[in-house]
Structures are given as structure tokens and as C-alpha cells.
């Protein structure tokens, strides 16, 4: 079901007017639940079945976490005065263990099934490549026929994303399946995003909406906006563009130059046109999604960049893996041999490297199973990396030339576009080193991710 059908437009038309038509406002969200299954009906009940594959290993995932956290202080409370300290301390590491053992489990299933899908075939090719490397054979090495289920890479992200904050005890388990089931099928946000947390996307979903003509009429809007975008920039710039790179040999050089341009507009005017379709529907039904975009092209620097485009994408990197290996026990130990043998500055830009180097391999692995992808990812990451440990040398140097960034030729120069955090959504990308972390944190959490 094409975003730009008639059929799609016409079933969004169907499904504003149901959830504004029921009598008990708290049912709204039953509506929208409804609508989800339907849509992913409608592309194959295979994509429903892995769809609640997840949502299924999730919800239980979560109320056993639950469960055994809650046994546990119920058995120190009740036993608070004969157990001693050390004891407290193991019943303590053993829950903890316990939970571990079940997020790693269901994080398991549902990243295998993802990776079976994108990336089976790819690790076929090489092993079968290898193979043949070592026998000194040619290679005989034919793909696997698979269809990658509809959104799984959002909503496996999406899902585990919420299952890691449970572990956490950030947010309590959702106790009504339709609810998790909601969450993790809300059809808007599943096909090109955003990917949404709980506490965020939960709050909007399952809350009673009274109509306002403003928030109906600005999603209208912004629904054409992103039409407009889809259709007359990306689709019409699209045919220009496959032609030119499909035989950029035989044109000359300002021609692919010309071709390169169109196609970042051409790829921007799609995703961009997509997000103001999606978000622009769901602000009339009075319901957020956290923005993606925030006009990237105008970037400072790379890192600025990558928090302009795909934002939530970013946030659930940094979130997810950025964080954890950047405070990591192993990390930090590994930061101070660094800083014995090296210097206190390359100690302190250690963890963030570490982190950086990780996330931005799963980033070029996240847009396709090659090692062009992975290349890409890792040229990235190098550029933010490089930026990282340069950060001394660029502070001295605005020293000596006495540059003050709060001069007002610095801030015209440098600063003349909006900041990367003012996203119209409200949502902040903020580092960490902002968000209360105290300690040795502080300076790995600084870094531009």
C-alpha cells in the first residue's frame, strides 16, 4: 500500500473519522490498534505474524523482568533484619543476573530474526568467498531467497529499546498486551520511522485526545507539505537521477556533479516527505511523533549532521550502544592504560572512540549488508573520531587568534543557521554530560556523537 495511493489516503480518511467518532475517548487507542493490524494485513499476514512474534517475546520479557525484581524486594523487605549486608548485595547481584539472562535472551531471538533476514545472505557471500579463498576454488554461492518483513528493523529497534529500559527500571512493563502490541505496530512510525521510546510514544498514544481544529488543521498541512515534497520533488528528480547514475560513464563530469546534488535533494525531499505525510496524520489526532529531520544540509560539521538527520535513529544509538560502552567497567579501565602510557588526553577521548567505533559500524550495517555500507559507516565515524581528538588543538587555536565565539562575527559565520537542538518537536539532543551523569562520566559523555 503505496503512501501516495488513493487506497492509502482513503483508509487514513477512514481511520481519522473512526477515532474522533468513539463515544469513550479512553477507547481511542483501540482504534488505532485496529487500524495497525489492518494495515499490516493488507501487506501479507506473514508481516503480522513476525510483528507479533516481537510484541508477544517482549510483553512476556518484560512482566518476568518485572516479576523477579519484585520477588526480590519483596524477600528483602520481609527478611530486611537478618540479612546482612554481603547478603543483601548477592540476592541483589543474582536478581540482576536473572533479568540480565532474560532481556539477553529475547534481545537474541528478535535481533537473529532481524539479522537472518538483512544480513544472512551477506554472511553467506563472504563465508562462500573465504571457502574459496582457502580451497583454491572458484566459489559457486547462490543468495537465499528472502523478503524482509515489513518495518522490522523499526520496530525490532523499537521494542528492544523498550525492554532495555525495563531492565533498567526506567519504565514499568506495560500490563495490557493490546497496549505493548500498539506500541510496537503503530503503523505510522513503522516503515521509515521515527523510532520512538515508551515513555515518549506511550504517554500520546494511550491518552484520552479531546479534537482541536488547530492541531487538525496544522497536520493537514503539513500532510500536503510532504505530498508536495514526495510527488513533485523526489518522484519527478528520480528518473534524472537513476539515469545518471546508472551510465555515468558516458556523461560528462559537471553532469554526475549536477546528478550528485539532485540526488541528496532527491533522497531528502523522500524521507523528509514522508515524515511530514506521517507526522502531519498523526497530529490530527492530536498525537506527536518525535521529529526526524531539522534541516541537516545546513550542518556545521558532521556530527551536526547526524543529529539533524534521523534523529530518534541516533538517539537510540547513543542511547543504546553509545552509552553503555562509553561508561562501560572494561572501557574505562582500558581509557587509564591509555592515559598512562599516552597522556591524559588521549585517556579521556578513549571510551568515546571505543563507542564511536561501534556505533558507526552498526550505522553502516543498519543501511545495507555490504561492505560498501560498512566503509561508509566507518568513514564517518573517522571524521567524527578525528574531530574528537582535534578538540585541543582547535580550542588553542582560537586562543592565539583570539577568536571569541561569542563575538558576533563568529556567530555570524558559524552559528547563522538554527542550532541543531531547536527541533520543532521540542526534543532535545543533548549530551549526556547534561543529564545529571556526575563523575568520570561527565567528560566521555561530552562527546559529539
Excluded at 540476592?91 to 538483512?118: D, E, P, S
Excluded at 579521556?348 to 556505533?359: D, E, I, R, Y
Excluded at 585541543?392 to 563575538?407: D, F, H, N, S, T
Amino acid at each position: 500500500m503505496s503512501i501516495t495511493s488513493v487506497v492509502f489516503l482513503a483508509f487514513l480518511a477512514v481511520v481519522v473519522i473512526a477515532y474522533w467518532a468513539v463515544p469513550n475517548k479512553k477507547y481511542q487507542w483501540c482504534i488505532l490498534l485496529a487500524a495497525s493490524c489492518i494495515f499490516y494485513l493488507s501487506t501479507g499476514s506473514r508481516n503480522m505474524i513476525f510483528v507479533l512474534t516481537t510484541a508477544v517475546s517482549a510483553y512476556l520479557a518484560a512482566r518476568w523482568m518485572q516479576r523477579l525484581s519484585d520477588t526480590q524486594n519483596t524477600y528483602l523487605k520481609e527478611h530486611k533484619a537478618e540479612l546482612t549486608r554481603e547478603d543483601k548485595k548477592r540476592i541483589k547481584r543474582r536478581g540482576l543476573v536473572q533479568r540480565r539472562w532474560v532481556m539477553a535472551g529475547t534481545m537474541l531471538l528478535n535481533f537473529g530474526i532481524l539479522c537472518y533476514f538483512k544480513y544472512l545472505n551477506f554472511v553467506l557471500g563472504q563465508v562462500g568467498i573465504l571457502a574459496g579463498f582457502l580451497s583454491g576454488r572458484r566459489s559457486f554461492w547462490s543468495p537465499v531467497d528472502l523478503l524482509v518483513p515489513l518495518g522490522i528493523s523499526f520496530y525490532t529497534f523499537q521494542t528492544m529499546g523498550y525492554l532495555a529500559d525495563v531492565y533498567w527500571e526506567k519504565v514499568k512493563p506495560e500490563k495490557n498486551f493490546g497496549k505493548m502490541l500498539l506500541f510496537v505496530s503503530f503503523f505510522p512510525q513503522m516503515t521509515q520511522g521515527p523510532i520512538s521510546n515508551y515513555s515518549q510514544l506511550s504517554g500520546a498514544l494511550f491518552a484520552e485526545h479531546a479534537f482541536s481544529y488547530q492541531d487538525y488543521s496544522y497536520g493537514c498541512q503539513r500532510m500536503i507539505w510532504g505530498f508536495f515534497k514526495k510527488l513533485v520533488v523526489a518522484d519527478l528528480l528520480s528518473p534524472y537521477v537513476t539515469e545518471i547514475f546508472a551510465s555515468y560513464g558516458k556523461y560528462p563530469g559537471i553532469t554526475v556533479l549536477v546528478g550528485a546534488f539532485l540526488y541528496s535533494a532527491q533522497i531528502y525531499a523522500d524521507f523528509s516527505g514522508y515524515m511530514d505525510i506521517m507526522c502531519g496524520f498523526t497530529e490530527t489526532l492530536g498525537i506527536r511523533l518525535a521529529e526526524n529531520f531539522e534541516r541537516p544540509y545546513f550542518s556545521k560539521s558532521i556530527a551536526e549532521y547526524w543529529r539533524r538527520w534521523h534523529i530518534t535513529l541516533g538517539a537510540w544509538f547513543k542511547t543504546y550502544i553509545y552509552y553503555p560502552i562509553a561508561v562501560s567497567g572494561w572501557n574505562r579501565n582500558l581509557a587509564k592504560r591509555v592515559q598512562k602510557k599516552f597522556g591524559a588526553a588521549a585517556g579521556k577521548s578513549m571510551p568515546a572512540t571505543v563507542a564511536l567505533v561501534a556505533v558507526w559500524l552498526v550505522t553502516g550495517l543498519w543501511h545495507g549488508a555490504s561492505w560498501g555500507y560498512i566503509a561508509w559507516g566507518g568513514v564517518n565515524g573517522l571524521f567524527i573520531i578525528f574531530s574528537l581528538w582535534m578538540e585541543p588543538v582547535y580550542g588553542k587555536g582560537k586562543q592565539k587568534l583570539g577568536i571569541r565565539e561569542e563575538g558576533l562575527g563568529w556567530r555570524a559565520g558559524m552559528e547563522g543557521f538554527s542550532d541543531s537542538q531547536d527541533v520543532s518537536s521540542g526534543y532535545v539532543y543533548q549530551s549526556f554530560a547534561g543529564s545529571g551523569d556526575a563523575g568520570g562520566r561527565d567528560r566521555i559523555l561530552e562527546t559529539d556523537f
